[in-house]
């Protein structure tokens, strides 16, 4: 129990394109999601975290208006990366918090890799 | 500021024991995890520590102590399948996720 899935797990694309992910909670409702990215050997970065039906709240640093996060039900979020740049190039992955497992466990999807050209 | 520090990179023998530590300063304390990340997956859950003490799950226990700050994880009879990036995170008081940078963990035959 408890699974999430991301797709697409990687993806290549030009620069100043627009690229979306998709977060789902497969057996459980997510009442919350959040939205990491790594860079290689370092640690997750929070980027932003959002509720359902509500507006996702970003971390310092984090243009909101660049990555455009949505958490329109309790199984799905999407994070769109618009006019992505190589410097976007990362591994971004999701997570999410509900009922399910050990109070506040974030059980995380597997990660989608951006490679930006 | 909040804060997480864990050693960057750790190696021990297969079959051997070896402790990771993890020391923290957060505002606020609602709990510590412990996760484990291959390279190039995402992190999985190993243990939530709120309490004081040792909770073992099989080869894997984790140790907390508030008062101190520390917390660390005990792997045991490690296997090959075991080197990976060990991630320390505490939840503050706005139940938010400080994560450390994690440990990589080389197991040599």
């Known amino acids: 129990g408890a699974v999430v899935s991301q797709h697409p797990s990687w993806v290549i694309c030009k620069s100043g394109t627009s690229v979306k992910i998709e977060c789902r909670s497969l057996d459980f409702q997510a009442t919350t999601m959040f939205w990491y990215r790594q860079f290689p050997k370092q640690s997750l970065m929070l980027m932003a975290t959002?509720?359902?039906?509500?507006?996702?709240?970003?971390e310092q640093g984090v243009e909101k208006d660049k990555f455009l996060i949505n958490h329109a039900s309790l199984t799905l979020s999407t994070l769109t990366v618009t006019s992505a740049h190589p410097e976007d190039s990362s591994f971004y992955i999701c997570?999410?918090?509900?009922?399910?497992?050990?109070?506040?466990?974030?059980?995380f999807g597997p990660g989608t890799r951006l490679t930006v050209l | 500021g909040q804060n997480i520090d864990q050693p960057t990179e750790m190696t021990a023998t297969e079959g051997a024991i070896v402790q990771i530590n993890c020391t923290y300063q957060?505002?606020?304390?609602?709990?510590l995890f412990w996760y484990q990340q291959h390279a190039g997956e995402a992190p999985t859950f190993l243990s939530y520590n709120v309490l004081d003490g040792l909770e073992e799950k099989g080869r894997f226990s984790s140790f907390l102590s508030r008062s101190k700050g520390y917390s660390y994880l005990l792997l045991k009879e490690l296997q090959m399948k075991d080197s990976a990036s060990y991630l320390c995170?505490?939840?503050?008081?706005?139940?938010?996720?400080?994560w450390g940078a994690g440990t990589k963990l080389i197991i040599k035959p």
């Open positions: 995170a505490v939840l503050d008081s706005n139940y938010q996720l400080i």
């Open positions: 997570s999410a918090k509900g009922l399910a497992g050990e109070a506040n466990e974030q059980f």
């Open positions: 959002s509720n359902e039906g509500s507006k996702a709240t970003y």
């Open positions: 957060t505002s606020g304390f609602n709990g």
